[in-house]
């Protein structure tokens, strides 16, 4: 009899606990006043690593004026460029929310996704550059292959768009976001594959090669924060696309909104601009590789 009250106690505290917390989740994201407190946190935060990858892109080319736009420096600048349109899509998200046809809303939510996509795999496309050099492979496949792949992405999710607007049904909406997740876990894999085949060619360097240690540490700490946030993006557009209390796609839900910014692109960019902070050389030995 104890034992049947005690469960019963239990499961009833369990219940209230779950009430409560969702009482708490529903009251932050339906106050507007913790609306634009959140809101204009995330921007505040974007606008902090705007303001980083800014001053590094002035530092390196100071540092390498003699240079054109380097991998380096395109990374930087596109980093500028993706930070500094979601700080100002957050700072004037009420304004964003008034905007007409809908399809608008998803896509100054989704261009940024894109261009966060294209920065880091430009990552990527410069570690499977260094790799096939090292191993005295060709690589003037490399960069057009880069370009055509994010062609391809960026046309079909522009003809998705067009499909949404022209007619909004929930599986067009579905294949949008599906299509997010497998761009974003293509993404992942390219950072274990290449970061990793990088990594352990650096492991197979004399320990006496200047800088080795720190150009391992830097790669391999840059791979895991980079696999690990595209990884946990792909999981997150799985669930908005098919439960609508993980919607992420019209600033509905704050707190989520909340959270989902600040693992998958905040805390990431921050991490690696940290990782990534050395300038070059003012004469470098290794070739710089401007995008053409």
Same mark, same amino acid.
């Given at each position: ?73 395109? !990374?930087?600048? %596109?980093?500028? @460029?993706?930070? *500094?349109? +979601?700080?100002?899509?957050? &700072?004037? /998200?009420?304004? =964003? ?88 876990? !293509?993404?992942? %894999?390219?950072? @274990?594959?290449? *970061?990793? +085949?990088?990594?352990?060619? &650096?492991? /197979?360097?004399? =320990? ?85």
């Amino acid at each position: 009899m104890g034992r049947a009250l005690l469960g019963s106690f239990n499961d009833t505290s369990v219940m209230y606990t779950l009430k409560d917390a969702y009482s708490w989740w529903d009251e932050l994201n339906d106050s507007p006043i913790w609306q634009d407190l959140i809101f204009h946190v995330l921007a505040a935060l974007y606008g902090v690593v705007t303001l980083v990858a800014l001053v590094q892109l002035i530092r390196i080319q100071l540092r390498v004026p003699e240079y054109g736009w380097t991998t380096q420096k395109v !990374f930087h600048f %596109l980093n500028v @460029l993706v930070n *500094g349109v +979601r700080c100002l899509i957050f &700072l004037f /998200h009420r304004d =964003v929310l008034q905007l007409k046809p809908e399809i608008v809303q998803h896509i100054l939510l989704d261009v940024p996704s894109l261009a966060f996509f294209t920065t880091y795999a430009l990552l990527v496309l410069f570690w499977a550059e260094i790799y096939y050099q090292a191993r005295a492979v060709s690589t003037d496949g490399l960069r057009p292959t880069f370009f055509i792949i994010n062609g391809i992405i960026y046309a079909i999710q522009m003809v998705l768009w067009l499909i949404i607007w022209w007619k909004p049904i929930s599986l067009f909406v579905i294949l949008s976001k599906m299509f997010f997740a497998v761009v974003s876990l !293509f993404a992942a %894999l390219g950072f @274990l594959l290449y *970061g990793g +085949r990088l990594f352990s060619m &650096l492991q /197979h360097f004399p =320990v006496e090669s200047k800088g080795r240690r720190k150009k391992l540490h830097e790669v391999g700490y840059v791979t895991t924060i980079c696999f690990v946030c595209f990884l946990v993006r792909c999981i997150m557009m799985c669930f908005n696309a098919f439960d609508d209390a993980a919607n992420l796609d019209l600033l509905d839900h704050p707190v989520l909104n909340f959270i989902y910014y600040l693992l998958v692109e905040i805390l990431p960019s921050s991490l690696v601009l940290i990782i990534l902070r050395k300038l070059p050389p003012k004469q470098s030995i290794m070739p710089y590789h401007p995008i053409r």
